[in-house]
């Protein structure tokens, strides 16, 4: 049971472009949304994280978007460069669930030079 | 300040064995989760130690199992091996883990089943 749809499944941009994935989810007991970056051979590492009583956040060139009524959210990475490339995951987490996160498929970013 | 480590790196079992993975959590977390990954399914959460008892558990047969000890340190194991238990096992820790908490995660064992 997936929970969390992430697309699209690949992504190809320039340097500079504006990367966009989303995210929609069905539980409404999900009360945090994180974003994750994960290189090859690499574990995930947290990017950023919403809540959902907030509609927008910014972290450096990173940006969610979050529409609550609609459930769904989305990542947009600004001037986006070749380092960016990397394997995208959203994930979603319910407040009583501890550390239980429910991970969107996951999206591959590839930036060309 | 160190990472989450995890060991081995690799390892290639066949099936029916058993194999268990180790990980050692940021020094003064005391949560550890265990997550699977594989091309097919993602990334799936197995379960969460807190203060050496299981507090969640996720949709996984019994063959996969956990322990954490005193200085919370993890290990998991898993049973009577199959080949769809080919994947990354990955292990994160966070000081208490509660929701908008950090996680971290370390770099997984991944596991071969021939």
């Known amino acids: 049971q997936q929970q969390v749809k992430q697309s699209p499944q690949s992504l190809i941009v320039q340097k500079g472009g504006i990367p966009i994935i989303n995210c929609a989810y069905e539980n409404t007991a999900f009360d945090y949304f994180p974003w994750y970056q994960q290189f090859p051979g690499k574990g995930p590492a947290l990017l950023i994280a919403i809540r959902p009583d907030v509609s927008e956040k910014k972290e450096g060139r990173f940006t969610i978007s979050f529409n609550k009524s609609a459930k769904q959210f989305s990542l947009h990475i600004m001037d986006s460069q070749p380092g960016d490339s990397a394997t995208y995951f959203c994930a979603a987490l319910e407040e009583t669930s501890g550390s239980r996160l429910t991970f969107g498929e996951g999206t591959q970013l590839t930036v060309n030079p | 300040k160190a990472g989450v480590t995890q060991t081995p790196r690799y390892l290639i079992k066949t099936r029916g064995q058993q194999v268990t993975l180790s990980c050692s959590p940021i020094s003064g977390h005391r949560s550890v989760s265990w997550y699977q990954q594989t091309p097919g399914q993602g990334l799936q959460f197995l379960f969460e130690y807190f203060s050496e008892t299981q507090r969640n558990k996720g949709n996984f047969p019994g063959r996969f199992s956990g322990r954490q000890f005193s200085n919370s340190r993890s290990e998991m194991n898993v049973s009577t091996l199959e080949l769809g238990d080919s994947a990354l096992y990955l292990c994160?820790?966070?000081?208490?883990?509660?929701?908008?908490?950090?996680?971290?995660f370390g770099s997984g064992t991944q596991l071969s089943v021939l």
């Open positions: 994160a820790s966070s000081f208490l883990g509660v929701s908008n908490e950090k996680l971290f």
